[in-house]
């Protein structure tokens, strides 16, 4: 049982560029969100989804796109990078009736 | 507008005295109540939780307080270890269950020397 893992671990783009962070879960959890943490901010909510075919977005979506055609798998999008997304993502999962969200290790993610 | 406030954001303490994280909350509609803790390089990991129905919860060294009237709530570390160093999240919620979105505040880094 691997939980929730996430690739790259590491990540530098160029402005403008795109790129997919992936993450996977093997827990059969409904729930699979994304957040972004950043100095002194706190972990923030990008996008979210509670189950295979349905997106909605959290409190920071601008920039991203997220789809979620797996109930295992939920990749996080960036169609144009830009510096200001220089950040650590957090992709995490939770069944329907679970309040604590488990959490993979994180992607580091640099944009020049 | 941040609903969930960590206003410290660090705390040293010794090895062996006890560690108090605070954490206020600006939403009279949260009523659950979550920390994580998150080691450099690592996701964050689930530590302990209360409900808005009590008042305290205890698990091993770590018992959270709720003050729901001031809209407060502190988790104690007793006694601390330096495997305790990490990041303390503080988050809410307003319902039970996975649908309802967590808020987290900004964490407090916590040093326990030895």
């Known amino acids: 049982n691997a939980g929730v893992t996430q690739t790259p671990k590491f990540q530098v783009l160029k402005t403008g560029q795109s790129m997919t962070l992936q993450c996977a879960q093997d827990m059969n959890h409904e729930y699979m969100s994304w957040y972004r943490q950043d100095p002194g901010m706190g972990l923030r909510l990008i996008h979210y989804?509670?189950?295979?075919?349905?997106?909605d977005q959290g409190e920071v979506p601008n920039g991203y796109n997220v789809s979620r055609s797996t109930t295992e798998d939920f990749p996080l999008r960036l169609l144009s990078a830009a510096p200001s997304q220089t950040s650590v993502y957090f992709c995490a999962s939770s069944s329907r009736t679970a309040d604590t969200q488990y959490f993979g290790p994180g992607t580091r993610l640099t944009v020049l | 507008d941040q609903q969930v406030k960590q206003n410290s954001p660090s705390l040293s303490v010794q090895e062996g005295r006890i560690s108090i994280l605070n954490c206020d909350y600006t939403n009279s509609m949260f009523d659950y109540f979550l920390w994580y803790k998150k080691y450099p390089a690592e996701g964050p990991t689930f530590l302990i939780s209360i409900s808005s129905i009590k008042d305290k919860n205890e698990d091993g060294r770590f018992t959270v307080f709720l003050n729901k009237s001031a809209k407060h709530l502190s988790l104690h570390i007793v006694p601390s270890q330096p495997g305790d160093s990490a990041v303390y999240f503080c988050a809410a919620k307003p319902l039970r269950g996975a649908n309802s979105k967590l808020t987290f505040g900004k964490g407090i880094t916590l040093s326990v020397r030895p």
């Open positions: 989804s509670v189950g295979a075919g349905i997106t």
